[in-house]
């Protein structure tokens, strides 16, 4: 499978069979992860890998939209260290381009994957960072559930012309 199709095919999976991640493929969304863009390379990221029920099952009780914790054999908080980022904000766009990295690279190893957004809401931040015991200038981003997929999704028509502009706004 090429990019370009690892790309189209992902898909956020919320049902997962109990097959457990092997240490291989946790290594390998995780460097996929660190070799994400990141402004001036700062790499203000850092990760927190999840494989105990217990963590997963606190994560479902202060996060609404996170239920497919329930079945996931995995999970990856991304996070962002304030004291590492180029400057104020730009860890925000880091943590995104290495969570995306992970949902991608999750699909070329035949797992599949759902982005549990923590950022912008302080209310769910404030609970991941007494979950996880987060220092103050480290910020939760995301959350991502993975494991093996127990469902399929089919893969929906996205391109569309008319959101693409030429050189100005009104050239379409």
Not at 112 to 136: D, M, T
Not at 141 to 165: D, T
Request: glycine residues 6%.
């Amino acid at each position: 499978m090429d990019l370009l199709d690892i790309i189209i095919k992902r898909r956020s999976i919320r049902s997962f069979t109990s097959q457990k991640v092997d240490e291989e493929k946790i290594k390998a969304l995780l460097q996929a992860a660190m070799y994400a863009p990141s402004a001036v390379n700062k790499q203000p990221w850092h990760f927190v890998v999840i494989d105990e029920r217990e963590i997963m099952n606190e994560i479902m009780q202060v996060h609404p939209n996170s239920k497919m914790f329930k079945t996931a054999t995995l999970g990856i908080l991304v996070c962002g260290n304030l004291l590492e980022q180029h400057d104020t904000g730009y860890w925000i766009a880091d943590c995104a381009a290495a969570t995306e990295n992970i949902l991608l690279a999750a699909t070329s190893l035949g797992l599949g994957s759902c982005w549990v957004g923590i950022y912008p809401r302080e209310e769910r931040n404030k609970a991941i960072k007494k979950i996880f015991s987060l220092p103050q200038h480290v910020e939760g981003f995301a959350l991502v559930a993975l494991g093996y997929p127990a469902e399929e999704k089919k893969i929906p028509e996205r391109y569309h012309p008319e959101k693409v502009h030429f050189n100005n706004w009104g050239n379409q």
